[in-house]
């Protein structure tokens, strides 16, 4: 048992996609049941599909794409000053932040087994409101992760932090679409006060 252990913490090492792919497979279905418990399920209750969809659309779609993501940054910026991880965040919340939430709504959709159009009608519904959220949350682990996390522990890092933010998505997904609505006018209304 010892060996097979051994063996399997070299491979993550040598590997580090594979490390996050893991992590991501174990953190995207916890944030699931997490989110499902808050709704009042319990264990003989949990929607065990709904944890399977997160744990495949984690593992298999978004560590790679954020593996991905840091290794292009990190090579276009190399330097982990707090100036460059300013750019760096800033870069990823126009670019791949918002990539990122809509192939979570789309995807998990088709998965879902809805047709391309409900998919796309979610993705335009909850877009905007998710990413009202996720620019006053993103930006300083952003900073945090390009300024002071060494870079083979960047995608761990971020799959950590990802645990409450995939909880948030969770809830996102399966709110019905007036709920959406509220949601975003109450984002609206405090945007409207902060510029008065």
């Not at 998990?108 to 796309?120: H, I, R």
Request: glycine content about 4%.
């Amino acid at each position: 048992m010892a060996a097979i252990l051994q063996h399997f913490k070299t491979m993550l090492q040598r590997y580090p996609v594979t490390r996050g792919m893991v992590s991501y497979s174990l953190i995207w279905p916890a944030s699931s049941l997490i989110q499902q418990t808050f709704e009042g399920r319990r264990w003989p209750d949990y929607d065990w599909w709904r944890a399977l969809r997160f744990s495949l659309y984690g593992g298999f779609f978004v560590a790679p794409t954020l593996y991905s993501w840091i290794k292009v940054s990190s090579a276009m910026w190399p330097r982990t000053s707090l100036r460059t991880a300013v750019f760096k965040t800033a870069v990823e919340q126009i670019s791949y932040t918002p990539a990122a939430m809509t192939c979570f709504y789309f995807l998990m959709s088709l998965l879902e087994m809805k047709t391309v159009g409900e998919a796309a009608a979610e993705v335009r519904k909850k877009f905007i409101p998710t990413y009202k959220v996720a620019m006053s949350i993103w930006p300083i682990v952003g900073i945090i992760n390009f300024s002071v996390v060494p870079e083979k522990n960047r995608v761990p890092f971020i799959s950590v932090c990802s645990l409450l933010w995939t909880c948030f998505l969770a809830y996102m997904k399966h709110l019905e679409h007036q709920h959406v609505d509220e949601m975003d006018n109450i984002f609206t209304s405090k945007d409207a006060k902060v510029k008065a």
